[in-house]
Structures are given as C-alpha cells and as structure tokens.
C-alpha cells in the first residue's frame, strides 16, 4: 500500500502514510506548520486501517501573502491614481481661479485683461461675469475721463476769461475817458492820452502774456530726452539770473558726491529751474538767499533731487493748496501758469514737482524729482490737456 499512497500523494502534492492504528496530530506530524486529516477504512474481514494525509502550511502561507501584496500594491495603485486625478482635477478648477485673483489684484491699477469664458460650470459663470465688469469698468473709466477733461478745460476756460476781463477793464476806463474828453473838446484830452495809451499798452500786453501762458500749457510738447548734467545746468541758471538780483546770495550744493547724468529735455527742465529761481527771487524782493540743493536719491542712486528754498516770506496756507492749479497766484502780475506748465513738465518726465511745507521757518521749498532713465515712451504717458 506505500507505493500506491506515495504515488497519490505525489499526484495530490501531500503526504500520505497509513498505520493500522489511529493516531493523534501530533503523532502523525500535525502542528503549526502542516495540517492532517485521518480516515479509517474497514476490509470485508473487519481488519481497520487509518489513512493520514499530511498537507504543508507553506504553501497556503505563500499564497496567502500573495493574496495580501496583490491587495496592498492594488489599493496603492488606486489611491495614486485618486491622487492624480484629484490633482488633475484641482489644476482644472484651481488654474481659472488664480487667473481670475492675478487679474482682479490689477483692476485698481486698470491693467487687468479679459479672461474670455473657458469651460462650463460655475468657473465659467464667474470668468464671464469679471469679463462683463472689465467691459462695463473701461467704459465708465473713458466717460470719466471724458468729462474729467471737460470739467478740467471749463474750469481753465472759466479762469482765463477771468484773467483777461481783468485787464479789460482798465483799457474799456481808458477808451471811454479819451472819447468823452475829446466829445467836449476838453484841454486836459492831450495830456490824458499819454497816460491812457500807455495803461492800454499795458494791459494789452499783459493779455498777450495770459494768452502765450496759456497757448503753451496747452501745446506742450513731449519731452525730448538727452544726456544732461543737473549741476552744470542749475549753475548755468543761478548764472543767469544773477544778474537780475546782485544782492541776493545765490548757491548750488550737491549733497552725496556726484549726481548721475539724467535723461531729460534740456529745454524744458531749464525752463523748470529758471520759474522756480526766478519765483524765489521775487519772494526775497533782492535781499536774501536763495540756496539750490542737488542730491541723488533711491536705493539705487536712480533718481536726481533739485530743491530750491528761499528765505522770503513763505507762501500762505491757502495758496499753498493750489500752487499747482492753472491761475493760482499770489503776485500781482502773475499768470498763475508757471507752475502748473513746471509740474506737468515733470509729470511727463515721470518724475515729481512738490512743495515742502517747513514748520517753524521762514521761505518756502520746492523739490524736483527727476529719474535718471528718462521719460516713458510717448505712447505710454498720460494723454496730454489739448487732446
């Protein structure tokens, strides 16, 4: 019976053995690494015999730990491929979305740009609805800028009519005073026509100056930039004009060394320095100082100061809020144009043009900022009053 049980065992993959007396497990080789399994069989004679079949844990074990890796590579295959997709679909989503943030971050600065509709959903809604508000916020910032021009050339419009009917005034006396003397063929008519022609003359030429003042504030070009050494011009300035008050102590300082040559319109950052000098000079009425610092300044070194500051009376509180509106002025014979034609120069130059109120001191200060780069391109700055 050996033969015929190993050959079965050996088909089957266990061991099988008999005996003709029934054993425990641990007899027949039963225990934590092999499980076995007895039957009896009976012959006609009534002679028993027991068949053990003896199977190794191994194998199952083996098979067992398969089972489990399968399962543990499968859940890690379906939870990376969670994870992508997840990923996937957070780009999807989140992509628009940051867009939209970057774009909305530039409304105030008005260089925020159109999305256009990508996609459906909710996203969508909310893409085309920033799109529709872009839309809507340029139209409403072109009819705002439009009737800020109008009120802006009304008010200049309202201004210069003001200007010039002063004037008019005192030639309209003058006409009407020579007419009604010589009507009675007064005496006195030759010697009043002297005095009248001349405030006439006057006053017309004060009218031309108003007209000039204003014809360029309203005509003026862009810069044209070159390389221009801010010393050498503020000197050639203060040279100028000292000539016109010898008692006044004019004086350059350059602060820091050196300033770097700045790009700039020659003609126009001279005409700059010359109102500042010459305002400074009427404000010490030819005794005094006037003192012109130069500086550069920036982190980078990347931008020049000028200041001009006088020891004259200084400039009330009232005017001060509006020494660089069209017309507003505190000399008799001024345009009021000086300054506003000087801080739009320096406002095309992208730099600054400021008054620098001094608490406890006399005079008053003025600050030119001009960056040494240069002005914007043309087509990148403001568009002008005239247009």
Known sequence: ?????????????????????????????????????SCEIRDPAGDTAWITVTKSKA????????????????????????????????????????????????????????????????????????DRMLDDLEATRRRLAATSRVAAWREVARRVAHEVKNP????????????????????RFDEYFDEATRTVLDEVHRIVNIVTE?????????????????VELARGVLALQKARAPDVRLETVVRGGAPPHVLADRDQVVQVLTNLVQNALDAVNGKGEVLVTIEATGAARDRVAVTIA???????????ARLFEPYATNKAQGTGLGLAIAQRI??????????????????ATFRLVLPVAGPPPVSDMPPSSSS
């Not at 067992?64 to 999807?92: E, K, N, S």
């Not at 360029?216 to 044209?224: E, G, M, Q, V």
């Open 214 to 230: 204003f014809t360029r504030f309203a005509r003026l070009p862009p810069p044209t930039p070159v390389d221009v050494d801010v």
């Open 168 to 187: 008019l005034a005192p030639i309209r006396a003058a006409v009407e005073t020579l007419r009604r003397l010589r009507a009675r063929d007064d005496p």
């Open 59 to 130: 194998d199952l074990n083996e098979h067992l730990h398969d089972i489990d890796r399968t399962v543990v590579l499968a859940a890690l295959i379906a939870i990376g491929a969670a994870l992508v997709a997840a990923v996937g679909f957070a780009r999807t989503l989140g992509r628009p979305i940051e867009e939209l943030a970057s774009e909305a971050r530039k409304v105030a600065a008005g260089a925020a740009r159109p999305l256009r509709v990508r996609g459906t959903g909710e996203v969508a809604d909310l893409t085309a609805a920033f």
């Open 1 to 37: 019976m050996e033969p015929v049980l190993a050959r079965l065992g050996k088909t089957a993959g266990v061991d099988a053995t008999w005996s003709l007396t029934h054993r425990s497990d641990t007899d027949r080789g039963g225990g934590d690494d092999s499980a076995a399994e």
């Open 310 to 320: 006088d020891d004259g009376p200084g400039i009330a509180p009232e005017i001060a």
């Open 346 to 363: 320096a406002i095309e130059h992208d730099g600054e043009l400021s008054y620098v109120a001094r608490t406890g001191a006399s005079g």
